[in-house]
Nanobody
Framework: QVQVVESGGGLVQAGESLRLSCAPS????????IGWFRQAPGKEREFVGR????????YYTDSVKGRVIISRDLVNNTVVLQMNSLKPEDTAVYYC???????????????WGQGTQVTVSS
């Protein structure tokens, strides 16, 4: 079994930065890839980006490229989502998810965190 726990989030003003952390634990082969998703009120869950645990390969959705960096800390076994130049439209509940293969769809990830709220005021 794999558990995923997010931390961070909160209320920031537009243009500011925020850092979210994800701590996956459990069977390593089940968490080869860590993805970040977000869901705004009334909208479907949206892929933000992902990182492969071994090689550290990253991929971002176009809407966040240049503003978001995903990195992994192999010592502390965490994945960080660094978000810069935040916009009000980035407001959402952000989820960390673990899966076996790189993907951009929710169904490709097997284990999910509880989500953390990010609110960006204008």
């Amino acid at each position: 079994q794999v558990q995923v726990v997010e931390s961070g989030g909160g209320l920031v003003q537009a243009g500011e930065s925020l850092r979210l952390s994800c701590a996956p634990s459990g069977r390593s082969f089940s968490r080869n890839v860590i993805g970040w998703f977000r869901q705004a009120p009334g909208k479907e869950r949206e892929f933000v980006g992902r990182i492969t645990w071994g090689a550290g390969s990253v991929y971002y959705t176009d809407s966040v490229k240049g503003r978001v960096i995903i990195s992994r800390d192999l010592v502390n076994n965490t994945v960080v989502l660094q978000m810069n130049s935040l916009k009000p439209e980035d407001t959402a509940v952000y989820y960390c998810a673990a899966g076996r293969f790189p993907g951009t769809r929710s169904l490709e990830y097997d284990y999910w965190g509880q989500g953390t709220q990010v609110t960006v005021s204008s």
